[in-house]
């Protein structure tokens, strides 16, 4: 290692690396598809995000089944064929699944990924649509925009990161189009078809927590921190001291990449500090760094991660989502407003956009528009007092689960009264008679 005593001490600080804001549309010369994300991985990145993030994971799936609620019902009145119809089509809108199952995995695509994608096959007369299929968002990417701004086919592979090799080869869907009612094709909701504008957005996408994408990441990084730390037995974060020369620029590079492979990121629970100087009777030191008070400042990371979560899921009360606040107790009443504003605003315009594009798709086998039935996490309770005197026999037994009384069940019930009545004592009749004859005897 050369010497230089002409230099002054080096500092060297190694952290975590910087993020850039996300870029979806990204468009490469010679590409028949437009790349989502400038790796084409972006929806990898979302889905890794999901899986390390327990909170947002949580609140995903939480969503997931508001929007469903109680499934689809007919919008208003139908004749009795045409609803018979409809039932039909949906309880087995292809050989293995329900319309039920599809939403569950379009609902689950449009939370993760802002959008979904549903694949239409045609009959051979092109008369109507004969199956419905869901196919996995990540997995798409759409083609180029033509003349008119119109994208015309989309692209499907199973591993985008491998494209080149021959099982995984894109393959070619022809855009939804029920002017051409020809073999199968795809229904993509983008920014530009059916989902909802972002200025700057055309191709794909973005979801509505994307302005937390980094916090979610830092989620994950808190709790690897904590775990690596434990793991490790020790607080890895060093002041390296090389005291036998200051080496050329190109050697300070290939130790900071060993460094840093070895010991930075949350893997490695923290980061390095490595100063060099030309000192040759002393030793290479390795001194720690104490961080006493790091819990309390992963606390404080923690509860501002959490905030920025459930805000970019705007989340209007986190008891909504099992996240309890300190000092709050979260009483039934402000549960019941909360709830009914995350309705709303979020569950309600969500299910419109979806039913919209399946009322689209079902209208072309002339079958009666569908909504969504929302479902009520949250409601009102009452005491045994109120509840007899607003609610009539059967709807007090349908709340304990019973079914209603039939008419022998009245009379049953009635003719055991009339014997409670007739199985009053002697004695007691006597006592009430001789008390009426005692009013009515002249003074």
């Given at each position: 290692m050369k010497k230089k005593p002409e230099q002054a001490p080096i500092v060297v600080n190694y952290n975590f690396s910087s993020h850039n804001p996300p870029q979806t549309d990204v468009i490469k010369r010679g590409s028949d598809w437009v790349n989502y994300?400038?790796?084409n991985q972006f929806p990898k990145k979302l889905i890794d995000l999901l899986n390390a993030s327990p909170l947002h994971n949580a609140i995903v799936v939480s969503k997931q089944n508001m929007i469903l609620g109680n499934?689809?019902?007919t919008k208003a009145e139908s004749n009795i064929p045409k609803e018979a119809e409809l039932i039909e089509f949906l309880s087995a809108v292809n050989p293995l699944e329900s319309m039920e199952d599809i939403l569950r995995k379009i609902i689950f695509d449009y939370e993760v990924f802002g959008g979904f994608a549903i694949n239409v096959i045609w009959n051979k007369p092109g008369t109507k649509?004969?199956?419905i299929h869901h196919i996995d968002y990540s997995t798409i990417?759409?083609?180029?925009?033509?003349e008119d701004g119109i994208v015309k086919e989309y692209f499907y592979s199973s591993d985008w990161k491998q494209y080149r090799k021959a099982e995984y080869a894109p393959k070619s869907i022809k855009a939804f189009n029920p002017a051409d009612r020809n073999g199968s094709q795809l229904f993509y909701l983008s920014p530009s078809i059916g989902g909802a504008y972002r200025p700057g957005q055309k191709y794909y996408p973005l979801p509505d927590y994307i302005a937390a994408i980094d916090d979610l990441e830092l989620d994950y990084h808190i709790s690897n921190f904590h775990l690596n730390n434990i793991k490790n037995g020790m607080h890895p974060s060093l002041h390296i001291s090389m005291t036998n020369g200051i080496p050329e620029r190109e050697e300070q590079q290939v130790y900071r990449k060993q460094l840093e492979k070895h010991f930075t990121g949350s893997d490695n629970a923290g980061n390095i500090l490595v100063t060099f100087?030309?000192?040759?009777?002393?030793?290479?030191?390795?001194?720690?760094?104490s961080n006493t008070d790091l819990d309390k400042r992963f606390t404080v990371i923690q509860n501002l991660v959490t905030t920025k979560i459930l805000s970019a899921h705007r989340v209007t009360s986190p008891l909504l989502f099992g996240v309890s606040t300190a000092g709050k107790l979260g009483g039934s009443n402000e549960l019941l407003v909360a709830s009914e504003l995350y309705q709303n605003q979020v569950i309600k315009p969500k299910q419109q956009i979806i039913s919209n594009i399946i009322n689209k798709i079902?209208?072309?086998n002339d079958l009666p528009e569908v909504q969504f039935e929302s479902s009520q996490p949250v409601s009102f309770t009452f005491s045994e007092t109120i509840l007899n005197q607003i609610l009539t026999v059967d709807e007090l037994r349908q709340k304990i689960g019973k079914a209603e009384l039939t008419d022998e069940d009245v009379k049953r019930l009635l003719s055991n009264l009339q014997i409670t009545i007739e199985e009053e004592t002697p004695a007691e009749q006597i006592q009430d008679e001789e008390d009426l004859t005692d009013k009515n005897k002249p003074e």
């Open positions: 994300g400038t790796d499934g689809l019902v649509i004969s199956e990417r759409a083609g180029l925009e033509n100087a030309n000192d040759a009777e002393s030793e290479t030191k390795v001194t720690p760094i079902i209208k072309l």
